[in-house]
């Protein structure tokens, strides 16, 4: 028999105990390696426009076991790029100057919660700057009691802020000014890739600007734990719930997501969030198969649209070395044009 962990918390902006007070400019820093072998910091963008650009750029540092993991998968007209990779050798010298990298992918943190990204792979650049969107909701937590939370603990601290980016990127011979949405997150401690791989995993994020952003999590572990929790960032007001529900929509081979939608509610309101998905990517990370993808996003209610962004693992891993398949994802690392 599954357990369901729910835990509601009240308006976050300001109150006890509240994401938004309990980290700091230190935390935009690498932090105080723990012990463990699975001991991790990550530091990650998604962005998007909405209209068929976007992308999203994931580094992760395993330190005591000297490797660097990245995903890098982005689009804007037809093209497309993607790179998977789980063990660049971890440069330590970026990380004592306080940057956050995984090969060629590097991110510089700057000033009031800002940050560069500079990337410059093979048939692939991409130079953006991160603004949040304001000082005051810089600081936000999937999981409210970020501490005790067992999703903290399965999956280690993550602190995310919604924003812009702006910036280039080259796909292939083709140059694309970047003005876009986007959500930066950071996290850092153990995570346990073993009880993560489980038995599924949804993470979406979106934003139609300053008006509303949101973020939500559901996920099954291994031991057959149920975690929901996530949070709404409404017209600056901060609030967390644990009751929702992600929805995917699957093509005829049940792994190319081409959208979903999803419910949160809260005791005086409930938002719906519906995504269309223009890039998806299948890639393979540590035992698991996650689809990857962004696109365009409506919320019922509102007339302005926005982007999205979501990770989906919900099925067993291709055996190492194989190519996973999909219909519909970009599965293979490397430059991809329409026709």
Same mark, same amino acid.
């Given at each position: 028999?599954?357990?369901?962990?729910?835990?509601?918390?009240?308006? &976050?902006?300001?109150?006890?105990?509240?994401?938004?007070?309990?980290?700091?400019?230190?935390? +935009?820093?690498?932090?105080?390696?723990?012990?463990?072998?699975?001991?991790?910091?990550?530091?990650?963008?998604?962005?998007?426009?909405?209209?068929?650009?976007?992308?999203?750029?994931?580094?992760?540092?395993?330190?005591?076991?000297?490797?660097?993991?990245?995903?890098?998968?982005?689009?804007?007209?037809?093209?497309?790029?993607?790179?998977?990779?789980?063990?660049?050798?971890?440069?330590?010298?970026?990380?004592?100057? !306080?940057?956050?990298?995984?090969? =060629?992918?590097?991110?510089? =943190? !700057?000033?009031?919660?800002?940050?560069?990204?500079?990337?410059?792979?093979?048939?692939?650049?991409?130079?953006?700057?991160?603004?949040?969107?304001?000082?005051?909701?810089?600081?936000?937590?999937?999981?409210?009691?970020?501490?005790?939370?067992?999703?903290?603990?399965?999956?280690?601290?993550?602190?995310?802020?919604?924003?812009?980016?702006?910036?280039?990127?080259?796909?292939?011979?083709?140059?694309?000014?970047?003005?876009?949405?986007?959500?930066?997150?950071?996290?850092?401690?153990?995570?346990?890739?073993?009880?993560?791989?489980?038995?599924?995993?949804?993470?979406?994020?979106?934003?139609?600007?300053?008006?509303?952003?949101?973020?939500?999590?559901?996920?099954?572990?291994?031991?057959?734990?149920?975690?929901?929790?996530?949070?709404?960032?409404?017209?600056?007001?901060?609030?967390?719930?644990?009751?929702?529900?992600?929805?995917? +929509?699957?093509?005829?081979?049940?792994?190319? @997501?081409?959208?979903?939608?999803?419910?949160?509610?809260? =005791?005086?309101?409930? @938002?719906?969030?519906?995504?269309?998905?223009?890039?998806?990517?299948?890639?393979?990370?540590?035992?698991? &198969?996650?689809?990857?993808?962004?696109?365009?996003?409506?919320?019922?209610?509102?007339?302005?649209?926005?982007?999205?962004?979501?990770?989906?693992? +919900?099925?067993?891993?291709?055996?190492?070395?194989?190519?996973?398949?999909?219909?519909?994802?970009?599965?293979?690392?490397?430059?991809?044009?329409?026709?």
């Amino acid at each position: 028999m599954s357990t369901e962990v729910k835990e509601h918390s009240p308006n &976050e902006t300001g109150a006890s105990g509240s994401s938004t007070s309990q980290f700091g400019p230190q935390d +935009e820093s690498p932090h105080e390696v723990g012990p463990d072998a699975i001991w991790q910091e990550s530091y990650w963008i998604y962005f998007g426009n909405g209209k068929g650009l976007g992308g999203g750029i994931h580094t992760g540092e395993q330190i005591n076991l000297g490797k660097a993991n990245i995903f890098a998968l982005c689009y804007a007209d037809g093209s497309a790029y993607r790179r998977a990779i789980d063990d660049y050798p971890q440069n330590r010298e970026l990380r004592a100057s !306080g940057c956050f990298s995984a090969g =060629p992918y590097v991110f510089t =943190p !700057g000033p009031n919660g800002t940050f560069h990204l500079d990337c410059k792979d093979d048939d692939f650049e991409l130079n953006l700057d991160f603004t949040p969107q304001s000082n005051d909701l810089h600081k936000l937590t999937v999981f409210p009691d970020i501490v005790n939370h067992v999703g903290s603990k399965t999956s280690s601290i993550n602190i995310q802020a919604p924003g812009r980016v702006r910036g280039t990127m080259v796909l292939g011979d083709r140059r694309f000014d970047v003005d876009a949405l986007a959500q930066q997150g950071h996290s850092w401690g153990n995570r346990d890739y073993k009880a993560l791989r489980g038995h599924g995993s949804r993470w979406v994020t979106g934003s139609i600007g300053e008006r509303l952003n949101f973020s939500a999590y559901t996920a099954i572990r291994q031991d057959g734990l149920i975690i929901r929790s996530g949070f709404i960032v409404d017209r600056g007001e901060v609030l967390h719930t644990s009751d929702i529900d992600v929805i995917v +929509e699957a093509d005829v081979d049940g792994c190319t @997501y081409r959208g979903g939608v999803v419910h949160m509610k809260f =005791p005086d309101r409930e @938002y719906v969030f519906r995504a269309k998905l223009d890039n998806i990517n299948l890639v393979q990370h540590h035992g698991s &198969e996650i689809n990857v993808g962004g696109g365009s996003l409506r919320v019922d209610g509102l007339s302005e649209t926005g982007y999205t962004a979501w990770e989906i693992n +919900e099925r067993p891993a291709t055996p190492a070395g194989g190519v996973p398949f999909s219909l519909g994802s970009h599965v293979v690392d490397g430059l991809s044009v329409k026709a």
